[in-house]
């Protein structure tokens, strides 16, 4: 009788090949005033542009890293991205899911978005996401459209809201009467 566990070699399951571990290729990114950052490839492969335009770049003869131009993106924000794209190298890949009412934003994600916004400012964490934007840099986009959803639901009036981003009251006294008066008779109408 032989044992459960040992079968003939046709039964043994066979472990996948595993790569060998070679050390990581780094990329160049380079931001539209000719500022370079060297990156490494699975960071930068994050941003859905930049592994396009990896996909399509040659490596150069003499093995240096291939430079990535990154256009509309300035040179602070490609920085934030790249920490941002690095911390995640290893993790699961991303994958794009429906947004869940009360969906929390990743706990790193919020310390890195909340170092943001009090170190730098609103001007800095909206350059970023729109740095994050012109990257298709999903993940980023993600967690950097839940935390600026969530600071403008904090605003619970036109005037905190105006406060809070600096913008400028363009309307008359009269214009701004009269809009809420038609939004006034909108939501009587809604309730009926």
């Given at each position: 009788?032989?044992?459960?566990?040992?079968?003939?070699?046709?039964?043994?399951?066979?472990?996948?090949?595993?790569?060998?571990?070679?050390?990581?290729?780094?990329?160049?990114?380079?931001?539209?005033?000719?500022k370079e950052f060297s990156v490494d490839e699975r960071a930068a492969r994050m941003a859905t542009a930049v592994d396009r335009s990896l996909d399509c770049t040659p490596t150069p003869a003499d093995g240096a890293p291939r430079k990535i131009p990154?256009?509309?993106?300035?040179?602070?924000?490609?920085?934030?991205?790249?920490?941002?794209?690095?911390?995640?190298?290893?993790?699961?890949?991303?994958?794009?899911?429906?947004?869940?009412?009360?969906?929390?934003?990743?706990?790193?994600?919020?310390?890195?978005?909340?170092?943001?916004?009090?170190?730098?400012?609103?001007?800095?964490?909206?350059?970023?996401?729109?740095?994050?934007?012109?990257?298709?840099?999903?993940r980023l986009l993600r967690s950097g459209s839940h935390y600026i959803s969530n600071i403008i639901s904090s605003c619970k009036t036109t005037e905190n809201m105006r406060k809070r981003f600096n913008i400028k009251n363009d309307f008359t006294e009269a214009e701004e009467a009269e809009m809420r008066a038609e939004n006034t008779m909108r939501r009587a109408l809604r309730e009926e």
């Amino acid at each position: 009788m032989t044992h459960p566990k040992s079968r003939t070699s046709k039964h043994r399951r066979r472990r996948p090949a595993q790569p060998i571990a070679s050390a990581p290729s780094l990329v160049i990114l380079v931001a539209p005033d000719g500022k370079e950052f060297s990156v490494d490839e699975r960071a930068a492969r994050m941003a859905t542009a930049v592994d396009r335009s990896l996909d399509c770049t040659p490596t150069p003869a003499d093995g240096a890293p291939r430079k990535i131009p990154v256009e509309n993106v300035d040179a602070k924000s490609l920085e934030l991205v790249i920490e941002y794209c690095t911390h995640y190298i290893g993790a699961i890949p991303y994958r794009e899911t429906p947004v869940v009412r009360g969906e929390k934003i990743p706990e790193w994600d919020q310390e890195f978005l909340d170092r943001i916004a009090t170190n730098d400012g609103d001007n800095v964490l909206f350059a970023l996401y729109n740095a994050a934007f012109h990257m298709d840099a999903k993940r980023l986009l993600r967690s950097g459209s839940h935390y600026i959803s969530n600071i403008i639901s904090s605003c619970k009036t036109t005037e905190n809201m105006r406060k809070r981003f600096n913008i400028k009251n363009d309307f008359t006294e009269a214009e701004e009467a009269e809009m809420r008066a038609e939004n006034t008779m909108r939501r009587a109408l809604r309730e009926e």
